[in-house]
């Protein structure tokens, strides 16, 4: 049975990889199929609402079954609805759902695995959280080689398969702590360091290809950087998951301290063409952040993580979107040092508490 959940925790990251990244690999087919326009803003807009929504839901009903597989199959029905869109507006109908199942499969998947292998459940979660980055580079490929109504098929095909999966998942471990104000004060900071994260995250993936423009390289140069900037960002989630598991506090400091490396190479051209490298030095940060506070206060760590990941990858980018294209480096740099402190400070704090 193990083993089966953790094929369905597998499939449901890999389905929200797919979806997060549908937008952005089929827009080129929306826009050609539809009249898109400034609706795309009301489709992520209603995305976002489910996707907070099902958290929450998730959130306060501890047990997993039947949710996690109904939030799977609603996934898939999602897709389907997509793919046999005529119209826009039905595109728009399907995105509050998708977004609902996404932020029910996003706090199952990521919580599951860590309760089936508690004494490894920081190198499982990381390697299980590649299939994200999995899905998020599929997408656009697949969609730009075979008609993507048929892609979405196969798709929500996928998502029923892993409800299947995924079907009789044990409730979700709630952890009683005995120096409760110490940990909170301890998950403040944690919530804070993870949605600074997700802003650095998405400011690199997000501002990176305008600056390399700025500096006069061509745009396709600028979109294959990106597609190797997720596929080092998956890669360092197999790759490191281990040394970053032997002391993670540590270790998340140096990997910081490297994408801030990253961001300096931006003020020396051409060197911000290894900007793939931040990929790969941040790929491990999110789900170290997460397990680390699922191990304190169980699967509720997990939703709020996935909170601060949420308001982060939103709120910091608006901020970097303020400055001028010449300004990213400095914008990069200091959403680095920022992380840079707070991990640094939920170190020291961990072990003044001896957590």
Not at 69 to 91: D, N
Not at 195 to 220: C, D, H, V
């Amino acid at each position: 049975m193990r083993l089966r959940l953790t094929l369905g925790s597998v499939l449901s990251l890999f389905l929200s990889g797919i979806i997060a990244a549908s937008p952005g690999g089929l827009l080129p087919q929306w826009q050609e199929a539809f009249e898109v326009g400034s609706r795309l803003s009301l489709y992520f807009n209603l995305y976002l609402a489910g996707l907070l929504a099902g958290l929450t839901l998730s959130r306060l009903t501890p047990a997993r079954h039947p949710w996690f597989s109904l939030a799977m199959a609603l996934a898939g029905l999602g897709l389907l609805g997509v793919a046999s869109a005529r119209s826009f507006e039905t595109i728009l109908w399907a995105a509050f759902p998708l977004g609902l199942g996404v932020g029910a499969i996003n706090l199952n998947g990521n919580s599951l695995p860590g309760e089936l292998y508690p004494e490894r459940r920081m190198v499982v979660l990381s390697q299980v959280n590649a299939a994200f980055g999995l899905g998020a580079i599929a997408t656009p490929f697949l969609v730009s080689l075979f008609p993507w109504r048929e892609v979405l098929v196969v798709f929500a095909l996928t998502a029923l398969a892993g409800a299947l999966l995924v079907w009789r998942a044990p409730a979700g471990q709630v952890v009683r702590v005995a120096n409760g104000h110490g940990v909170a004060g301890w998950m403040w900071l944690l919530a804070l360091a993870t949605a600074m994260y997700a802003g650095l995250e998405q400011g690199f993936a997000t501002f990176s290809g305008a600056y390399f423009k700025e500096l006069g390289y061509p745009t396709a140069l600028a979109g294959a950087l990106l597609s190797l900037y997720w596929v080092a960002f998956t890669v360092g989630h197999l790759l490191l998951s281990y040394w970053v598991a032997r002391d993670p506090l540590r270790h998340l400091t140096w990997l910081v301290c490297g994408a801030a490396g990253v961001a300096l190479l931006y003020f020396l051209p051409p060197l911000p063409l290894l900007f793939p490298l931040a990929g790969l030095l941040i790929g491990p940060i999110f789900t170290t952040l997460m397990t680390l506070g699922q191990e304190r206060m169980g699967v509720s760590a997990v939703a709020y993580a996935l909170y601060a990941g949420a308001g982060g990858s939103t709120l910091i980018p608006a901020l970097l979107a303020l400055l001028p294209v010449t300004g990213v480096p400095w914008g990069l740099l200091g959403a680095s040092l920022a992380l840079l402190t707070l991990t640094h400070s939920l170190r020291r704090l961990d072990a003044r508490l001896a957590l």
